[in-house]
């Protein structure tokens, strides 16, 4: 019996208190894990850093110059809107005077460095008065839009009282489009920068119904859980779809501008508008802005 209680003891010891110095060891290992976590991340945003072209990776750093277009693809009219007879392919889009298409503008800007474009601005009878910006909002009038064989595109904004954007094409078989993002994603394949991934075309069209349905539309806690998205998608890469400039892009940052988000936006959203701006093609948003 006195041997039965010696064991007892001992596994009363065993299953006691914690050795102080074992106890010590651990807090050391787990403060070192730590360490070790800070470590990597320093280390995967130096990565980062080094293998990203610097235009890309933070243009928010850069000076601004002269907009220089950021697709360098090429795009052929004829293959994507059909052989033409000479005629001078026209777009027509009448939007609202309260909700201007700010993403539409900007792709006019990079469309206008593809293509000779013919860019005017009207005002339908619909609406009383429209504010001298959004008059002047696809830039000055070109000194020869007298003659329309010099162009080979015409792009017209009317603004209108519509409840929903409308684009109309000169093609004869080709049906009104409508919505902004819609019209955005028709305007984007004529500078011939669409991903070929299909996985990135994919990405590409949930950032723009993201920020069409849930920055325009949603309520406070929907755009607060965008702008977190927004957030962790750019802490890992320059751009939404990764190193490449792209419509996403345009349409996220147009709708983030819209929302007046950009002063309590989180530090990588601030840092990617930042990076649009100074590739020059939203000069002509801001002023709308105001």
């Known amino acids: 019996m006195d041997h039965t209680r010696k064991d007892d003891d001992d596994d009363d010891d065993m299953n006691g208190e914690v050795d102080p110095a074992l106890k010590?060891?651990?807090?050391?290992?787990?403060?070192?894990?730590?360490?070790?976590?800070?470590?990597?991340?320093?280390?995967?945003?130096?990565?980062?850093t080094v293998s990203?072209?610097?235009a890309d990776l933070d243009a928010s750093t850069l000076s601004r110059g002269p907009a220089e277009s950021v697709f360098r693809g090429t795009a052929d009219l004829?293959?994507?809107?059909?052989?033409?007879l000479g005629a001078l392919r026209d777009i027509v889009i009448n939007a609202s005077p309260a909700c201007p298409p700010l993403c539409l503008l900007v792709l006019h800007a990079l469309?206008?460095?593809?293509?000779q474009v013919l860019s005017?601005?009207?005002?339908?009878?619909?609406?009383?008065?429209?504010?001298?910006?959004?008059?002047?909002?696809?830039?000055?009038?070109?000194?020869?839009?007298?003659?329309?064989?010099?162009?080979?595109?015409?792009?017209?904004?009317?603004?209108?009282?519509?409840s929903e954007l409308q684009m109309k094409f000169n093609t004869q078989s080709m049906c009104p489009i409508e919505g902004e993002a819609n019209v955005a994603r028709f305007l984007f394949r004529?500078?011939?920068?669409?991903?070929?991934?299909?996985?990135?075309?994919?990405?590409?069209?949930?950032?723009?119904?993201?920020?069409?349905?849930q920055l325009?539309?949603?309520?406070?806690?929907?755009?607060?859980?965008?702008?977190?998205?927004l957030n962790a998608?750019?802490?890992?890469?320059?751009?939404?779809?990764?190193?490449?400039?792209?419509?996403?892009?345009?349409?996220?940052?147009?709708?983030?501008?819209?929302?007046g988000q950009t002063t309590s936006a989180p530090v990588n959203v601030q840092r990617w508008l930042k990076s649009c701006q100074n590739l020059g093609h939203f000069d002509c948003v801001y002023p709308l802005l105001q």
């Open 24 to 48: 010590a060891l651990e807090e050391r290992q787990d403060e070192v894990l730590r360490r070790l976590y800070e470590i990597k991340a320093t280390v995967d945003g130096l990565a980062k």
């Open 52 to 54: 990203t072209p610097d």
């Open 233 to 259: 998608a750019l802490g890992r890469s320059a751009w939404l779809l990764g190193q490449e400039f792209s419509l996403a892009d345009i349409v996220c940052a147009c709708y983030v501008l819209r929302a």
């Open 216 to 229: 325009s539309e949603g309520g406070s806690k929907e755009r607060a859980a965008v702008l977190r998205s």
């Open 78 to 84: 004829d293959s994507l809107l059909g052989k033409d």
């Open 111 to 115: 469309l206008c460095q593809r293509y």
């Open 190 to 213: 004529l500078l011939g920068a669409e991903p070929q991934d299909p996985v990135a075309a994919t990405q590409m069209d949930c950032w723009i119904d993201t920020a069409v349905f």
């Open 120 to 162: 005017s601005v009207h005002v339908h009878s619909s609406v009383s008065a429209v504010p001298p910006p959004l008059l002047s909002c696809l830039g000055p009038r070109h000194i020869d839009s007298h003659a329309r064989q010099h162009f080979q595109l015409g792009f017209t904004l009317i603004w209108k009282d519509v």
